[in-house]
């Protein structure tokens, strides 16, 4: 009966089994060539999402107070002379003055909506406009001391 143990290798196996593996390289020149286009690819990838997501909901309310009670109501002015310019704004943002003495508080409520045909044409973008060749090269490696075609 001849018994085999489990997982322990002699030493001049694990080295003819590393010889058996070829050693693959990744060279920085090519990590480096291929970064910039990446870079640019993924910088308009990103662009392309900010500009085609959509505001849905924007509320603030802030509470606020100075150490004197007339810089509080100029404050408070202030946010009415501006309501009247923008009339849209009215029932979005709200100034709640707090005349008791110096006090600062707020919330702000935003609900943000990317619409999915526009992440499925952005994802497809880039994919266009990375070099897959060359990542799918870097990836693989080429073989120590031999050539690649």
Known sequence: VRSFPLGAKKKDEKIADKKKRSARVRPWRDIVRIVPSVVAASGRFVLGLLRSAVIEELEGKIEAGFDSPDLTG????????????????????????DWSGASFGGSLRLAIALPLYQLVFRMMMLIARLPLRELIKLAIGKKKGGQDG
Do not use: E, K
Not at 77 to 90: D, R
């Open 74 to 97: 100029r404050a408070f002015g202030y946010y009415q002379a501006a309501l009247a310019t923008v009339p849209g704004v009215a029932g979005r943002f709200a100034y709640v003055p």
